[in-house]
């Protein structure tokens, strides 16, 4: 840094000024004064600061299952190698972890196949049952139409064989009423959450003692004689109810059958669940073999280092995400330093540095600026900035403080001056020479400064005799010399 002098005043000016005086009275000449030259050397401007030191990698392990540790013998300070498998689980637990997963899925699979072939069973059924029925409808419409072609003629003589047959009519409708209202109960209850079985049975008896009641009635509608027919016509209408009461009564079976095979039919929403549910099962059965695979490979470590925090030990059990412990890179090393407001844009990426511990020099560089800043202890806020050593020894302990050099500039065979020579004002950098025997004040630019030397951009030339002694203005003009060493 550069080191400028400060003006002088009061009592010290005087007495400096006196003291010159009297020595130059009694040499008899001019004032004598410490000199050095204008004279090329290396400059090279610094930025200092304290750190630690640190692995340049750091990486906390975390447990990547949950399970009993079953070997780890690491504490804080160790040092690990690549590839070293530091920590090894019990796999029991998860072993049982995958039985159970994969009795669980072998379960889902059997309910899945076993409730889709029923549903195809009965989707089988259902189809044939409504073929059934059309069959059905289309032979009754067959023999009630031959029937009533051979009454057509008979309506006046059949006046009070249709009068019966209206009433047996009446109970038939009301009979198929109560049918359709007993299926429909039936279906209803079939469909609740939790059916209720003795309901549905007691159910099932009645529309089968109702179809009883509905094939009696056809069965005495078809029976009732025609009037003035022949023995033939009259043969031909009896054997075609009887046909027709056959047919009824299976239709009325047939339709309650198709009924409840629909209803056992499942859809494909309740399919789509069922495969949910078994590819869910699958999926444990694979995240549990993925956790027992990843307890048998353990923790092995990515890079040689150093422990830094351990946090369990054997016979722990952790659970998955646990941190297990931090090691810290032991060849790629760092210094981690603040740096104040007043030298942060100084400090650039690749810039060079000089790391003291303990006395040993390393050579090293500035790798990282932080881009933000925070409080010390002094609380005063600064910028962490990475420089990592070219090339660490065993003798580079992790955790100990380092003292930073970093180089911000530097310039070789450039005019200089002492550090003790440069003054400066509101006008500029300066500093006193002696020119033809007297005091001279000259205004200077300046470039870069280290500890001892200033570079000199301007204002003085190689072998001018610079003053290192402390000097006032009232001194410019007046006579003097340098002194003999």
């Given at each position: ?26 040499m ?10 204008v ?11 304290t750190?630690?030191?640190h692995?340049?990698r750091?990486?906390t ?13 690491l ?21 049982n972890?995958l ?8 379960s889902a ?8 072939t ?10 044939k ?9 289309t032979?009754?419409?067959l023999?009630?139409q ?30 198929t ?8 109960e ?12 003795d309901?549905i049975?007691?159910l099932?008896?009645e529309?089968?003692?109702l ?6 009635l ?8 025609p ?25 009325t ?21 069922l495969?949910?549910?078994y590819?869910?099962?699958?999926l ?6 993925d ?8 923790v092995?470590?990515?890079?040689d ?7 369990i030990?054997s ?5 998955k ?10 060849h ?12 942060i844009?100084k400090?650039?990426v690749?810039q ?20 933000i ?14 420089v ?6 065993e003798?580079?302990?992790?955790g100990?403080?380092?003292?930073v ?8 065979g ?5 550090a ?12 006193y020479?002696i020119e ?16 001892t ?8 030339k190689?072998?001018?005799a610079?003053?290192t002694?402390a ?5 410019v003009g007046?006579?003097?010399?340098s002194?003999?060493?």
């Amino acid at each position: 840094m550069k080191a400028k002098n400060i003006v002088i005043t009061g009592v010290s000016i005087a007495t400096l000024a006196g003291a010159g005086l009297l020595l130059s009275a009694f040499m008899g000449g001019g004032t004598q004064y410490s000199t050095d030259t204008v004279k090329r050397l290396n400059v090279s401007e610094q930025v200092e600061a304290t750190g630690e030191v640190h692995g340049d990698r750091s990486k906390t392990y975390y447990s990547s299952v949950t399970a009993p540790v079953s070997f780890y013998e690491l504490r804080v300070g160790d040092e690990v190698k690549s590839g070293q498998k530091v920590v090894e689980y019990d796999p029991e637990d998860l072993l049982n972890v995958l039985s159970q997963a994969e009795l669980s899925a072998k379960s889902a699979e059997n309910t899945m196949n076993g409730q889709v072939t029923a549903s195809n069973n009965n989707q089988a059924k259902f189809n044939k049952a409504q073929s059934d029925i059309e069959v059905y409808r289309t032979t009754y419409a067959l023999f009630r139409q031959a029937n009533d072609y051979v009454n057509q003629g008979q309506y006046q003589e059949n006046w009070d064989v249709n009068c019966i047959a209206q009433g047996i009519n009446k109970k038939i409708a009301e009979k198929t009423a109560e049918v359709n209202n007993k299926t429909f109960e039936l279906e209803v209850e079939e469909a609740q959450p939790v059916p209720n079985p003795d309901k549905i049975k007691l159910l099932v008896k009645e529309i089968e003692d109702l179809n009883k009641s509905l094939g009696d009635l056809n069965y005495d509608l078809a029976g009732l004689p025609p009037a003035n027919l022949s023995p033939e016509e009259y043969a031909q209408t009896v054997l075609n109810g009887n046909w027709m009461s056959d047919i009824m009564r299976n239709w009325t079976e047939t339709s309650t059958l198709k009924n409840t095979y629909e209803n056992q039919i499942l859809n494909k929403y309740q399919k789509e669940q069922l495969r949910n549910s078994y590819d869910l099962s699958e999926l444990s059965v694979a995240t549990a073999e993925d956790n027992l695979n990843k307890a048998y490979d353990g923790v092995d470590i990515e890079f040689d280092g150093i422990i830094t925090e351990s946090f369990i030990q054997s016979g722990t059990v952790v659970t998955k995400g646990t941190p297990l412990f931090t090691v810290e890179d032991s060849h790629n090393i760092r210094v981690d330093v603040g740096i104040s407001k007043y030298d942060i844009g100084k400090i650039a990426v690749g810039q060079r540095a000089d790391i003291d511990i303990a006395g040993n020099v390393y050579s090293g560089k500035v790798t990282l600026i932080k881009r933000i800043a925070e409080n010390n202890n002094s609380d005063k806020a600064k910028v962490t900035v990475q420089v990592t050593f070219d090339q660490p020894d065993e003798k580079v302990y992790l955790g100990l403080e380092a003292d930073v050099t970093i180089c911000i500039d530097e310039k070789q065979g450039t005019l200089t001056i002492p550090a003790e020579a440069l003054y400066s004002d509101d006008f500029g950098d300066y500093c006193y020479v002696i020119e033809d025997g007297v005091v001279k004040k000259t205004y200077i630019t300046t470039g870069l400064s280290d500890e001892t030397s200033v570079e000199v951009e301007a204002g003085l030339k190689e072998g001018d005799a610079v003053i290192t002694d402390a000097v006032t203005d009232d001194k410019v003009g007046t006579k003097a010399k340098s002194r003999q060493e």
